[in-house]
């Protein structure tokens, strides 16, 4: 089984200001085949669903602002926020796609909010 | 617009049943890995189950195997998740969420539903 951990569980940053989410798996997540980190990051705001945010470690989904970049492979990986802006309040949740048979594993989660 | 809608959510008593479906549109459904994944209340997210686009290969979560199936009708663009023997800790919102097509097998949830909730509750 793959293991996601998150750290911190929470944050709180000022506006404008950099946050940084780090998610380290149990094992690497580096499919050697493509070369490819299956990782990926989402959002959740309150009421909603999550939101992809960051796919195979480091590429934005069509329509996120770039303040939002992926980093890392094999088993550590960073989320960063470049400039905090009010929306990005919510809870990240980084997610391995890498084994089989598929477990899918999200991380505990970061609620992030404004200091 | 690309979508998905969940519905079937309920208050049903332990080792009950439910039927959760999820109607897609907006895109071309059967190219796409579908999933279910479930959010208890105070807890992260979980992955709960799996579908190929043609709905000959199934995966589930050890901790519904044997409790829920998924399948799914192409015809009429939706997803189901057939849960039964409901337990209190399968009290959750149940997301769908579209994963990769075209062949691909490995990638991300792109687009989710907005969930449905489910109680397990005497």
């Known amino acids: 089984d793959i293991v996601m951990t998150q750290s911190p569980d929470s944050l709180a940053v000022s506006l404008g200001e950099r946050a940084t989410i780090n998610c380290k798996s149990s094992?690497?997540?580096?499919?050697?085949?493509?070369?490819?980190?299956?990782l990926a990051w989402y959002q959740q705001k309150p009421g909603q669903p999550p939101k992809l945010l960051i796919y195979?470690?480091?590429t934005r989904e069509s329509g996120v602002p770039d303040r939002f970049s992926g980093s890392g492979s094999g088993t550590d990986f960073t989320l960063t926020i470049s400039s905090l802006q009010a929306e990005d309040v919510a809870v990240y949740y980084c997610?391995?796609?890498?084994?089989?048979?598929?477990?899918?594993?999200f991380g505990q989660g970061t609620k992030l909010e404004i200091k | 617009e690309v979508q998905l809608v969940e519905s079937g959510g309920d208050l049903v008593q332990p080792g009950g049943s439910l039927r959760l479906s999820c109607a897609a549109s907006?895109?071309?459904?059967?190219?796409?890995?579908m999933h279910w994944v479930r959010h208890a209340p105070g807890k992260g997210l979980v992955w709960v189950s799996r579908?190929?686009?043609?709905?000959?290969?199934?995966d589930l979560a050890d901790s519904v195997k044997g409790r829920f199936t998924i399948s799914r009708d192409n015809a009429r663009n939706t997803i189901y998740l057939q849960m039964s023997s409901l337990r209190a800790e399968d009290t959750a919102v149940y997301y769908c969420?579209?994963?990769?097509?075209?062949?691909?097998?490995?990638?991300?949830?792109?687009?989710w539903g907005q969930g449905t909730m489910v109680i397990v509750s005497s």
């Open positions: 969420a579209r994963g990769p097509c075209c062949g691909r097998t490995t990638g991300s949830f792109d687009i």
């Open positions: 907006g895109f071309t459904f059967s190219t796409y890995w």
């Open positions: 579908i190929n686009p043609h709905g000959s290969d199934t």
């Open positions: 094992q690497s997540v580096l499919n050697r085949s493509s070369n490819k980190n299956c």
């Open positions: 195979w470690a480091s």
């Open positions: 997610q391995q796609y890498y084994n089989s048979p598929p477990e899918y594993t």
